[in-house]
Nanobody
């Protein structure tokens, strides 16, 4: 069992940056792939980025490539999403997720956080 708690959301102007954090509880955190998803008002939840348990491989949604970076610190049981050059269309609730593998997490994550709101003003 893994519990996930996101933080770091807020209001930022277009072009600005935010760093989201996701603190995980549970002794098996380091064995899970971790990911970030987002859901904008009136839209379905979409995959943003994922990182394997070792941190050695990551992949991102094309819409955030070159702007968002996912990383993790297994010693702190925390995964991060650094978001730069933010755009109004990045406005959404951002969710942290944990899954059994990098391949599966984009489609079938096993655990979810409660989400944190990110609002980008123009």
């Amino acid at each position: 069992q893994v519990q996930l708690v996101e933080s770091g959301g807020g209001l930022v102007q277009a072009g600005g940056s935010l760093r989201l954090s996701c603190a995980a509880s549970g002794r098996t955190f380091s064995t899970y792939a971790m990911g970030w998803f987002r859901q904008a008002p009136g839209k379905e939840r979409e995959f943003v980025a994922a990182i394997r348990w070792s941190g050695g491989s990551t992949y991102n949604n094309d819409s955030v490539k070159g702007r968002f970076t996912i990383s993790r610190d297994n010693a702190k049981n925390t995964v991060y999403l650094q978001m730069n050059s933010l755009k109004p269309e990045d406005t959404a609730v951002y969710y942290c997720a944990a899954g059994p593998s990098l391949v599966l997490i984009a489609t079938t994550p096993r655990y979810w956080g409660q989400g944190t709101q990110v609002t980008v003003s123009s």
